[in-house]
């Protein structure tokens, strides 16, 4: 596991967190907060992956 999937696993919770906080409190703006947190969350843990998927091919050469 590398750094861009730890840190992108903690933004997509962290943005769940907000997004229902924010439908909780009746916030549309934290809700769109958080959705878009969770996005780039999930931009970040896939480029985290893509990254482990290219070091593994390597290691294996």
């Known amino acids: 596991m590398n750094k ?3 840190k992108g696993a903690v ?3 962290a943005g769940k ?3 229902k ?3 909780m ?3 549309t703006d934290q809700q769109a907060k958080g959705m878009a947190k ?3 969350g999930k931009t ?3 480029v985290g992956n893509a990254k482990e ?3 593994s091919k390597i290691d294996k050469i």
């Open 4 to 6: 861009d999937q730890v």
């Open 11 to 13: 933004k997509d919770v």
């Open 17 to 19: 967190v907000q997004s």
């Open 21 to 23: 906080a924010g439908e």
């Open 25 to 27: 409190t009746g916030s």
């Open 38 to 40: 969770q996005a780039e």
């Open 44 to 46: 970040q843990k896939t």
């Open 53 to 55: 998927t290219v070091k």
